[in-house]
């Protein structure tokens, strides 16, 4: 354990929200530059475009292509070995290049990653197997958050919204001895919760919690969400937050758990998939209905 975790571990409950919003606000700094603010605001004005869409995913496929090319020495060995040149004149060539599986890339993911300095570390949600480690270059991390925070504001949701999250990081310490499950990022005006320690004793806490925060939207791991629900309508417990939307990450849900969870939290649940790798690659829009970009 490092010095900044004993020193969190050991801190009074104000301490440890002080020092989640701290981290919330490097966060900010690192996503929302002028990178995010021109993607955001090319994807808005993109609404009333009509695109040729297969020549515009030619032309990103061959940008994406000379980038790897260029910076990862596993596909410049790839594509010498399989007599791939670039740029290609059809979509249907991608079928030319090595799929690349998991397996791949965690054995060869030294060769694969490319030689820009990509500082910010993050992981995969792994609901298609075991996690993956993934890099971004802070203008990757700004894109990435542009493209999901256009999915929420196709659902009315922005970023200073009263916000609840439920992560798996587990950020109680072993010796606190109070009921609270929860950190506060006001950075973000976002309650955190972490799903390590849902259970039946600590269900009315949370719910309680939820109740007095008055969420504008909910995100996270949905597996939280249906639990607590599924609690609340045992116990007979009412919730008069109405979320703008909800939003599941990570796992799947099916339609009775989707169905309990906008009974309790009093209104809609919106998919997505992929937020990891630089989403949502799936998103599903007003009508219910999944969309890939």
């Not at 354990?1 to 919003?21: A, V």
């Not at 298609?128 to 990435?144: C, E, H, K, N, W």
């Not at 542009?146 to 196709?154: E, I, R």
């Not at 990570?250 to 989403?279: K, L």
Request: glycine share 4%.
């Amino acid at each position: 354990m490092g010095i900044k975790e004993q020193i969190y571990n050991r801190s009074p409950l104000f301490l440890q929200h002080l020092f989640t919003t701290l981290y919330g606000y490097q966060l900010h700094r690192e996503r929302y530059g002028p990178v995010y603010q021109e993607r955001f605001r090319m994807l808005l004005e993109r609404e009333q475009s009509t695109i040729d869409v297969k020549a515009e995913q030619l032309d990103r496929l061959n940008d994406f292509l000379r980038f790897c090319i260029e910076h990862s020495s596993y596909y410049r060995q790839l594509f010498i070995l399989h007599g791939i040149i670039l740029p290609l004149k059809d979509l249907s060539e991608l079928k030319h290049i090595l799929v690349l599986s998991k397996e791949i890339l965690r054995t060869h993911m030294e060769d694969i990653q490319t030689d820009i300095v990509a500082p910010i570390i993050g992981k995969t949600g792994g609901t298609t197997g075991a996690s993956l480690q993934v890099r971004y270059t802070i203008p990757d991390m700004q894109i990435r958050m542009a493209h999901l925070d256009y999915f929420k504001a196709t659902h009315d949701v922005y970023r200073g919204m009263r916000r609840i999250s439920f992560t798996a990081q587990d950020f109680v310490p072993e010796r606190q001895q109070t009921d609270v499950y929860w950190q506060m990022n006001r950075a973000a005006n976002q309650l955190l919760f972490t799903v390590k320690r849902l259970s039946p004793r600590t269900m009315a806490a949370y719910l309680e919690a939820i109740e007095r925060f008055q969420p504008e939207t909910i995100d996270g791991l949905p597996s939280a969400m249906i639990e607590l629900a599924r609690f609340a309508k045992r116990e007979g417990i009412r919730l008069t937050c109405q979320p703008v939307a909800i939003f599941p990450t990570a796992e799947r849900i099916d339609a009775e758990e989707r169905q309990v969870i906008e009974e309790v939290f009093h209104w809609q649940v919106f998919d997505q998939y992929a937020s990891s790798e630089g989403g949502p690659i799936v998103s599903e829009c007003r009508l219910g209905q999944k969309h890939l970009h």
